[in-house]
């Protein structure tokens, strides 16, 4: 089962950031945080991913606690187009139960609006 | 460098039949996931698959599915006597190697049981 905790729902307005949060307090030493979303249906896109440090990409930001337990994935400038569902996801990349696969749990329905 | 495909992208079978999804992975990937996404639900790990090599089946219903990965062609998800439970989106991701940051997933196949 999914080992993450994230909000039902999340609205943003149009052009503001978007911070999307996720509790992960048994995480083990080996997994990774990953973030992806699903737009309407369509196949899960990867947006993010990091172990302990923060980091950023053209897509989005992700801030690690220093303890790891939590999350937040932050879209800076929301759009439309970003109206999806986020997923936070722990994974290890080698060794453990959450190797290889992903385990998606109910993910944070975003909905930008304008 | 095309991305994931699948085919069929809707498939409408009758109670009894059998559904074969296809999954061609990314151009040098060698390792498959399939994930089952029920109406109203989310995505769960169903197969994972290296060449020719089934590596972690533990999400696969024990009776009617069955997939395989071989050394020529695309990845086959197989659908065995199909019940109107088995209606739902299949997608399949495929990464270079087992400890890649990202798999990349396909369009999905709606399989539709009547």
């Known amino acids: 089962d999914a080992k993450t905790t994230q909000p039902t729902s999340m609205d943003c307005a149009e052009g503001r950031a978007a911070n999307l949060p996720c509790n992960h307090s048994?995480?083990?030493?080996?997994?990774?945080v990953y973030w992806y979303r699903q737009i309407h249906s369509q196949g899960p896109q990867y947006i993010i991913h990091?172990?302990?440090n923060n980091e950023t990409n053209e897509m989005a930001s992700l801030i690690i606690t220093e303890d790891r337990k939590s999350s937040t994935l932050i879209l800076p400038h929301a759009t439309l187009r970003d109206t999806a569902v986020y997923y936070c996801?722990?994974?290890?990349?080698?060794?453990?139960?959450?190797?290889?696969?992903?385990?998606f749990g109910q993910g944070t329905i975003l909905t930008v609006h304008p | 460098n095309a991305g994931v495909m699948q085919n069929p992208r809707h498939l409408v079978r009758r109670r009894g039949q059998e559904a074969r999804l296809r999954c061609s992975p990314m151009k040098g990937h060698s390792h498959v996931y399939w994930y089952r996404q029920l109406p109203e639900e989310g995505l769960k790990f169903m197969v994972y698959l290296q060449k020719e090599n089934i590596i972690d089946e533990s999400g696969m219903p024990k009776e009617r599915f069955s997939a395989e990965f071989p050394k020529e062609g695309p990845s086959i998800l197989r659908i065995q006597q199909v019940v109107r439970g088995d209606s739902a989106a299949y997608f399949c991701?495929?990464?270079?190697?087992?400890?890649?940051?990202?798999?990349?997933f396909g369009p999905g196949t709606r399989l539709t049981v009547t």
């Open positions: 991701a495929s990464s270079g190697t087992q400890s890649d940051y990202e798999q990349y």
């Open positions: 048994t995480i083990s030493g080996n997994e990774y």
């Open positions: 990091g172990l302990k």
């Open positions: 996801i722990v994974r290890a990349l080698a060794g453990g139960t959450s190797y290889g696969k992903l385990t």
